[in-house]
């Protein structure tokens, strides 16, 4: 795992946006997982100015979904990944997808999202956040390390982290679609982009601490090729900074 200690979150958003812009130059970007909510914001605004033309090619899946939100909820992920991610980067509607979050769909929403996911051939890069309780994707403390796409339910701190989405907490669904743990480790490469003091104890947990399904974010300790993107409030728990800052300091030229 490499740690990339950015000033602010602008510059993590560049960051991140190197490493999908490098891939994109390899030829080896045809799949992109995108991630809602706050902390990928900067690396789809960075990815927006640079308008690479092999990542408007791209396919997209997204992390996740709220059950039961109407049709067109502004902030149903449907939504927001319309707005922030195909609007801004220039992608083919139909080529983006979604976890089917209606009531209808539930039974076979996972299975059906996990054959779109392997038609496509998986994901090439994965852009991750991670939430206070230590999910990524919704895979919430106790998920299994080896889950598949499934209905999971939120946690009440999620719940309450994602409120400001919201007109009240109590409109924030219970119950979400998530690609699994398993499922998120099957990306070639990772990118997870965390900002802000009230991740610093979930990013030192997941980076440094035991593999847990208590911090589901450890998981990734076991991931070939994953870099966290953290500005300097995130990365205030870690231990091993110092070794992080010369490590990014010494890195070979080909690497990004
Ligand atoms: C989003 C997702 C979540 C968020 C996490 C952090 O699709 O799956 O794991 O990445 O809740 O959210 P923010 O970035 O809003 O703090």
Not at 231 to 238: G, I, R
Request: glycine share 8%.
């Amino acid at each position: 795992m490499q740690v990339v200690v950015t000033t602010d979150q602008e510059a993590a958003g560049e960051y991140a946006a190197d490493i999908v812009q490098r891939r994109a130059e390899e030829g080896a970007l045809h799949v992109l997982g995108v991630a809602t909510g706050s902390s990928p914001l900067p690396v789809y605004e960075a990815l927006e100015r640079r308008a690479l033309a092999a990542v408007r090619a791209a396919r997209a899946f997204a992390l996740d979904e709220y059950v039961g939100l109407p049709p067109g909820h502004p902030e149903s992920y449907r939504s927001v990944i319309a707005r922030e991610v195909t609007d801004r980067l220039g992608l083919d509607p139909a080529r983006v997808e979604v976890p089917d979050g209606s009531v209808e769909g539930l039974r076979t929403a996972g299975a059906r999202y996990e054959e779109l996911i392997a038609a496509a051939g998986g994901v090439d890069v994965q852009i991750l956040g991670i939430g206070t309780t230590g999910h990524i994707g919704f895979n919430e403390p106790t998920s299994s390390l080896a889950s598949r796409t499934r209905v999971k339910t939120l946690t009440e701190q999620t719940r309450r982290d994602n409120a400001r989405f919201f007109d009240s907490p109590d409109d924030v669904p219970r119950h979400c679609v998530t690609q699994g743990l398993g499922t998120i480790l099957d990306a070639r490469e990772i990118v997870l982009v965390a900002i802000g003091s009230r991740k610093a104890a979930a990013v030192a947990a997941a980076v440094e601490g035991p593999v847990t399904a208590m911090c589901p974010a450890s998981v990734l300790q076991l991931h070939p090729r994953v870099t966290v993107v953290v500005d300097e409030a995130a990365a205030a728990e870690l231990r091993l900074r110092a070794y992080y800052d010369e490590v990014f300091a010494h890195r070979p030229d080909w690497q990004v």
